[in-house]
């Protein structure tokens, strides 16, 4: 018996050898490309929290190790599929000739001859063609396969390779499907349950036919017992076993456009065919409660929402459309539109920079600059306002005047430093003081640029991919954050104290959360396109909408304004507000008469709280030295005042402020 055993051996490794001179003349891959048994693995994307987002792939699988298999899934495809798997060469002439009796005995095709290292050459390097080069290619590639790997590797192989039915390859991610587990997990039941699918994916699913899957787990388990794999009495009590599906869901693609953006970075980077068959693990910034709550905000409306955090460029959430199904044009990227009055901040930040304060007086009445004669949104005019009135306004005439003072050309320098890419030499006119640009701009651009706002004057760099792992958890790349400092951090702050107002008593009151928070509305000509960029010192969240066919939406920047307030409604509701940094040079809280530009007094008919740099703050006409220090005095400066300072402006100590 031995001796037989020997040369049978030798024969399969003479065979095995010579085959290699037939691989021309038939057709097949190299050796080499059989070396380590690579598959097609479904590459993972997990949000900020380490939650799985969704996998990129063609075929949906899970590579898992064969000692992360239950052994009774191994072992229930043996007795199912390949009775002598370890015993026969990698073809079974036992097995054929057995097959061929069958066949005959029942006249028709009953049983096949393949053996599993049969089945696992025809599924990785073949087609399922049914002709005779095809089956004499397969019988070569086993015997190869056989001579050149282990019984283990093999079954290892092919177990997650196999198609198990429901989108699933792999016994992983049938598992998973099917029973909401693991595959180590798997009981004897299942396992069998799930070994009888190979055979027929959708005649024994269990979601399709429950009595079909129950009869074709009965005779896995029979053929588990035939085999000495267990005993009878486990055979039996398994086939009583209830089957308790996980559910089957339809597959709910989240953060589409953003696993696009992922998916195209690192198509960049590594190649489609590693992305989609090469099982990544890909860890992001994205947050899914804010992307969740971005979804919904959006709703029906056409248009787009990017969250980041200012202080990392983390993308936190990203909506490129209202229906992914429908238009898989990200939004966020593809749509470049007039901004409105959403592009003011960089013209009164470029006002700031010059040394205007935001107590500047600005005449609102009606102006013709060469036959250019613009109009604020409501017709009206206000005569004397302060800058930060006219930017808690957006009025229309005191931002022309500002930029034909300011000089149009310092301040799209200043939004082309802070990453408007999109401006060209014809937008150094006023009109681009109203946001009105010869292309326009994007909302990744737009949003990317306040971040520097609630963040210092520093700018950073949005970031989608913090880390990548290949197959064997080896780490590919980690990214680091990138910023620039592109503002003064007064001219940050003020502004922010500025745009702050926007939210308590100017355009976009709907966003008024009750904690510290800034932000500039948009409204462009005939309602085509209604912009909010809102932020909090943690988050800045850009939002437009505006139909592809650039027909008029209806809306304005102020009710989509309310959109923002209900999106970070959510995001900020278990969080404590914290406050914007003031720099150590800057007073806050100056109470401002905003038709004189000078400090409120009991004939003032209307008051704003503003921010300077200090020195920069009015000082009342025939203030005397007492006064005057006491005015110095208010301002914090032991470190029991510098935590003062950061209380939010309502909560200021204003009865301090001397009488006048």
Same mark, same amino acid.
């Given at each position: 018996?031995? %001796?037989?055993?020997?040369?049978?051996?030798?024969?399969?490794?003479?065979?095995?050898?010579?085959?290699?001179?037939?691989?021309?003349?038939?057709? +097949?891959?190299?050796?080499?490309?059989?070396?380590?048994?690579?598959? #097609?693995?479904?590459?993972?994307?997990?949000?900020?929290?380490?939650?799985?987002?969704?996998?990129?792939?063609?075929?949906?699988?899970?590579?898992?190790?064969?000692?992360?298999?239950?052994?009774?899934?191994?072992? *229930?495809?043996?007795?199912?599929?390949?009775? $002598?798997?370890?015993?026969?060469?990698?073809?079974?002439?036992?097995?054929?000739?057995?097959?061929?009796?069958?066949?005959?005995?029942?006249?028709?095709?009953?049983?096949?001859?393949?053996?599993?290292?049969?089945?696992?050459?025809?599924?990785?390097?073949?087609?399922?063609?049914?002709?005779?080069?095809?089956?004499?290619?397969?019988?070569?590639?086993?015997?190869?396969?056989?001579?050149?790997?282990?019984?283990?590797?093999?079954?290892?192989?092919?177990?997650?390779?196999?198609?198990?039915?429901?989108?699933?390859?792999?016994?992983?991610?049938?598992?998973?499907?099917?029973?909401? %587990?693991?595959? /180590?997990?798997?009981?004897?039941?299942?396992?069998?349950?799930?070994?009888?699918?190979?055979?027929? &994916?959708?005649?024994?699913?269990?979601?399709?036919?429950?009595?079909?899957?129950? !009869?074709?787990?009965?005779?896995?388990?029979?053929?588990?017992?035939?085999?000495?794999?267990?005993?009878?009495? !486990?055979?039996?009590?398994?086939?009583?076993?209830?089957?308790?599906?996980?559910?089957?869901?339809?597959?709910? #693609?989240?953060?589409?456009?953003?696993?696009?953006?992922?998916?195209?970075?690192?198509?960049?980077?590594?190649?489609?065919?590693?992305?989609?068959?090469?099982? +990544?693990?890909?860890?992001?910034?994205?947050?899914?409660?804010?992307?969740?709550?971005?979804?919904?905000?959006?709703?029906?409306?056409?248009?787009?929402?990017? *969250?980041?955090?200012?202080?990392?460029?983390?993308?936190? *959430?990203? #909506?490129?459309?209202?229906?992914?199904?429908?238009?898989?044009?990200? $939004?966020?990227?593809?749509?470049?539109?007039?901004?409105?009055?959403?592009?003011?901040?960089?013209?009164? *930040?470029?006002?700031?920079?010059?040394?205007?304060?935001?107590?500047?007086?600005?005449?609102?009445?009606?102006? /013709?600059?060469?036959?250019?004669?613009?109009?604020?949104?409501?017709?009206?005019?206000?005569?004397?306002?302060?800058?930060?009135?006219?930017?808690?306004?957006?009025?229309?005439?005191?931002?022309?005047?500002?930029?034909?003072?300011?000089?149009?050309?310092?301040?799209?320098?200043?939004?082309?430093?802070?990453?408007?890419?999109?401006?060209?030499? !014809?937008?150094?006119?006023?009109?681009?003081?109203?946001?009105?640009?010869?292309?326009?701009? /994007?909302?990744?651009?737009?949003?990317?640029?306040?971040?520097?706002?609630?963040?210092?004057?520093?700018?950073?760099?949005?970031?989608?991919?913090?880390?990548?792992?290949?197959?064997?958890?080896?780490?590919?790349?980690? /990214?680091?954050?990138?910023?620039?400092?592109?503002?003064?951090?007064?001219?940050?702050?003020?502004?922010?104290?500025? +745009?702050?107002?926007?939210?308590?008593?100017?355009?976009?009151?709907?966003?008024?959360?009750?904690?510290?928070?800034?932000?500039?509305?948009?409204?462009?000509?005939?309602?085509?396109?209604?912009?909010?960029?809102?932020?909090?010192?943690?988050?800045?969240?850009?939002?437009?909408?505006?139909?592809?066919?650039?027909?008029?939406?209806?809306?304005?920047?102020?009710?989509?304004?309310?959109?923002?307030?209900?999106?970070?409604?959510?995001?900020?509701?278990?969080?404590?507000?914290?406050?914007?940094?003031?720099?150590?040079?800057?007073?806050?809280?100056?109470?401002?008469?905003?038709?004189?530009?000078?400090?409120?007094?009991?004939?003032?008919?209307?008051?704003?709280?503003?921010?300077?740099?200090?020195?920069?703050?009015?000082?009342?006409?025939?203030?005397?030295?007492?006064? %005057?220090?006491? +005015?110095?005095?208010?301002?914090?400066?032991?470190?029991?005042?510098?935590?003062?300072?950061?209380? &939010?402006?309502?909560?200021?100590?204003?009865?301090?402020?001397?009488?006048?």
């Amino acid at each position: 018996m031995k %001796k037989n055993s020997i040369k049978v051996t030798v024969l399969a490794l003479l065979f095995a050898m010579s085959v290699n001179t037939c691989f021309a003349f038939l057709g +097949l891959p190299g050796t080499d490309s059989l070396n380590d048994l690579n598959l #097609v693995s479904a590459t993972q994307v997990f949000d900020i929290n380490g939650q799985l987002i969704s996998k990129l792939f063609e075929e949906n699988r899970i590579v898992v190790n064969i000692n992360s298999m239950s052994p009774y899934v191994q072992q *229930a495809i043996i007795a199912n599929e390949d009775t $002598r798997f370890y015993n026969h060469f990698g073809i079974d002439p036992i097995g054929i000739i057995r097959a061929i009796v069958v066949n005959i005995r029942q006249g028709g095709l009953v049983e096949g001859g393949s053996t599993i290292t049969q089945q696992l050459a025809k599924n990785m390097f073949l087609t399922q063609e049914r002709t005779f080069m095809r089956k004499v290619k397969e019988a070569v590639l086993a015997l190869i396969l056989d001579y050149k790997f282990s019984k283990q590797e093999i079954l290892q192989a092919y177990l997650n390779q196999v198609y198990f039915g429901e989108g699933t390859y792999g016994v992983e991610a049938a598992a998973q499907m099917y029973f909401g %587990k693991h595959a /180590n997990e798997l009981t004897l039941a299942e396992s069998a349950m799930l070994a009888g699918l190979p055979r027929g &994916p959708n005649i024994y699913s269990p979601y399709n036919d429950m009595k079909a899957a129950i !009869e074709r787990r009965a005779v896995v388990l029979g053929s588990m017992a035939k085999e000495g794999y267990i005993t009878k009495q !486990e055979a039996e009590r398994a086939k009583v076993e209830p089957i308790k599906l996980a559910g089957k869901k339809k597959r709910v #693609v989240q953060a589409s456009y953003f696993l696009d953006y992922v998916a195209k970075e690192l198509g960049d980077r590594y190649g489609e065919n590693r992305v989609y068959k090469g099982g +990544l693990k890909v860890y992001t910034t994205l947050d899914i409660m804010q992307q969740q709550a971005a979804e919904a905000v959006l709703g029906q409306r056409q248009g787009a929402v990017l *969250a980041l955090d200012p202080k990392t460029g983390y993308v936190k *959430a990203m #909506v490129g459309g209202r229906n992914y199904e429908e238009s898989q044009i990200n $939004r966020v990227f593809a749509e470049i539109r007039q901004p409105g009055s959403a592009f003011k901040p960089f013209l009164y *930040a470029a006002a700031l920079n010059q040394g205007l304060t935001a107590n500047a007086i600005i005449i609102d009445q009606p102006i /013709n600059i060469n036959g250019y004669s613009p109009l604020n949104y409501d017709k009206k005019n206000r005569g004397p306002i302060t800058m930060k009135k006219a930017l808690r306004w957006s009025v229309n005439i005191a931002a022309v005047k500002l930029g034909q003072q300011v000089g149009m050309d310092q301040v799209l320098n200043l939004a082309k430093t802070m990453g408007i890419t999109t401006l060209t030499p !014809e937008d150094n006119n006023l009109a681009a003081a109203l946001g009105g640009l010869t292309q326009g701009t /994007n909302l990744w651009e737009l949003t990317t640029a306040y971040t520097a706002f609630a963040n210092s004057g520093v700018l950073s760099k949005p970031l989608a991919i913090v880390k990548v792992l290949d197959e064997n958890n080896q780490v590919l790349e980690e /990214n680091r954050i990138e910023q620039q400092s592109v503002l003064k951090p007064e001219t940050a702050y003020i502004l922010t104290d500025m +745009l702050s107002g926007v939210l308590q008593d100017g355009t976009a009151t709907p966003a008024n959360l009750g904690r510290p928070a800034a932000g500039k509305t948009g409204t462009t000509d005939n309602y085509e396109t209604a912009w909010f960029i809102g932020y909090t010192p943690d988050i800045v969240v850009g939002i437009y909408v505006g139909n592809d066919n650039r027909k008029p939406v209806g809306i304005s920047g102020t009710e989509v304004s309310a959109l923002w307030g209900e999106m970070l409604s959510k995001i900020v509701a278990n969080t404590p507000p914290t406050d914007f940094t003031i720099p150590p040079n800057v007073v806050v809280g100056i109470p401002i008469c905003t038709s004189t530009g000078k400090l409120a007094d009991s004939g003032c008919t209307e008051t704003e709280y503003s921010a300077f740099i200090q020195g920069t703050q009015p000082i009342a006409p025939r203030v005397n030295n007492r006064i %005057k220090q006491s +005015l110095d005095e208010m301002q914090p400066q032991s470190p029991e005042q510098q935590e003062q300072k950061k209380q &939010p402006f309502w909560k200021w100590p204003w009865s301090r402020l001397p009488s006048f």
